[in-house]
């Protein structure tokens, strides 16, 4: 399990205990506030997140900039954010849907594989004029590498570009929550 992760809208008070975030399959996920809870008679306890898509763009972009492997449920998380099935996935990762399908039951995912579901979650949140930019940097670093070393093995960790999307999300307020 992973440590606990608070998120926020940025410029709104925090609402006093944190919510637990279930909804998003992840157990560590608490929002300190951008919600709002009321009780129906009828239905009983009702959670309103006011920006959905803006918290699950901040749960994954801090899924992909943590240095430590992926979970099962963090690599579905992902592809569910990118609104891919697990066959259109497999198709990207030019693998089998038992493959991906056994990465989110929680069985080993290669580097390779976590390295690519990174870059290809990145990519998808990144504004589109920016993205051919960033590929073009991508394609660089990989011939770079592939005449180098006769391998062509990137890691977003050392891809000039994948700081500065998590940099422009940040700085620009693409996003109003934060991690």
Known sequence: MSERAEFHVMGQPYDGAPLHYTASGLDYVYLANGFSVEDDPDYGRIVTIDAPDDLHKAIGLHIVTQRRKLTGAEFRFL???MKLTQKE???RFDTDVQTIANYEKGRKI??????LMRILFALCIT?????????KEIAKQVEQR?????TSHITYQRCTSYPEIVHLWHQNE???YAH
Do not use: G
């Not at 592939?146 to 006769?150: A, D, E, G, L, P």
């Open 79 to 81: 592809r569910k954010q």
């Open 127 to 135: 504004p589109s004029d920016a993205r051919a930019e960033i590929m």
């Open 89 to 91: 996935l497999a198709e």
């Open 174 to 176: 693409i996003c109003a």
């Open 146 to 150: 592939s005449t180098k070393n006769k």
């Open 110 to 115: 290669p580097s390779v594989s976590e390295k």
